[in-house]
């Protein structure tokens, strides 16, 4: 069964860290551009960080560079959004989607770009 299943969302304090992780089956993440999503109550989709696939690039969006790091396990087949420096804005729920372009050497922004996406994982950011 393809399909991408997150976990590692829970209750920080302001200040913490969490380490999401997005397991993948039924495909090879390797070879496909992988992205991370939030979604806050009342509020669009937003990009936060995506992957290229094999040996391409990985980027933060503005608003998290420097406190948000995405990477994959290539053995683990899993991909991974370790968030610093957690703020109460930061509270969403958060997707791992796998974009569309098989082998592309980019990683994409946009939520259309993505045809495969997991369930979420919530985080809540509170003192």
């Known amino acids: 069964q393809v399909q991408l299943v997150e976990s590692g969302g829970g209750l920080v304090q302001p200040g913490g860290s969490l380490k999401l992780s997005c397991a993948a089956s039924?495909?090879?993440?390797?070879?496909?551009?992988m992205g991370w999503f939030r979604q806050a109550p009342g509020k669009e989709r937003e990009f936060v960080g995506g992957?290229?696939?094999?040996?391409?690039?990985?980027n933060a969006a503005d608003s998290v560079k420097g406190r948000f790091t995405i990477s994959k396990d290539y053995v683990k087949n899993t991909a991974y959004l370790q968030i610093d420096g957690l703020k109460p804005e930061d509270t969403a729920v958060y997707y791992c989607?796998?974009?569309?372009?098989?082998?592309?050497?980019?990683?994409?922004?946009?939520?259309?770009?993505?045809?495969?996406w997991g369930q979420g994982t919530q985080v809540t950011v509170s003192s």
């Open positions: 989607a796998r974009a569309r372009n098989y082998g592309s050497s980019n990683y994409f922004t946009r939520s259309r770009d993505y045809d495969l």
């Open positions: 992957m290229a696939g094999s040996g391409g690039s990985s």
């Open positions: 039924g495909f090879t993440l390797g070879y496909y551009p």
